[in-house]
């Protein structure tokens, strides 16, 4: 069976990190909406509105449920997106469970001095170009409480020292 690994966060906690990380380790394969912004939107036409969002989740999920129904890999990881309201959150465990998967959240989180140090250096693996200090206090001001079954990852001494646990865990 496929799983379906959620990864909510505010920008610069390091879900992309463990991502690439957790995929190595357990043979998966990362579904990265801001990549899919990338190539989808080059350029200037990328905006980063909702609408861009939302579509490029919805080709992230359709390829995901591809995936699962061919039976590989084990592991998909969907990561680029905060997952800052419940909303989004329910769409994306409904496409997973629509698609026959297993899914699980995880809620990566650190220091707010952690994260904006992060985001203060220059990250040419992440595709997002919007991301900030401004950017983080803004979603962590309006960020939902997660209400689904999640796990809490903490990243605040980077990911190296938690990704065999949570690969473990999975």
């Known amino acids: 069976m496929t799983n379906w690994v959620i990864l909510a966060g505010l920008p610069g906690t390091g879900k992309s990190t463990l991502a690439r990380a957790l995929a190595a380790m357990l043979g998966g394969v990362v579904l990265d909406k801001d990549q899919v912004r990338e190539v989808l939107f080059p ?15 919805r080709a992230i999920f359709a390829a995901a449920a591809y995936l699962t129904a061919n039976g590989s890999p084990r592991y998909v990881f969907l990561d680029g997106r905060t997952y800052s309201r419940r ?26 001095e952690v994260a904006e140090a992060r985001l203060g250096v220059p990250d040419g693996s992440n595709a997002a170009r919007n991301r900030n200090a401004a950017l983080y206090r ?10 689904l079954s999640h796990t809490v990852v903490d990243t605040t001494h980077g990911v190296e020292k938690i990704a065999d646990e949570i690969g473990s865990a999975l």
């Open 43 to 57: 350029g200037s036409l990328t905006d980063y509105t909702r609408e861009q969002d939302d579509l490029c989740m």
């Open 87 to 112: 909303e989004q959150l329910d769409e994306a465990v409904r496409s997973a469970e629509q698609a026959g998967a297993g899914w699980r959240i995880l809620h990566v989180m650190c220091a707010d």
């Open 138 to 147: 803004e979603i962590k001001a309006r960020f939902e409480p997660i209400v």
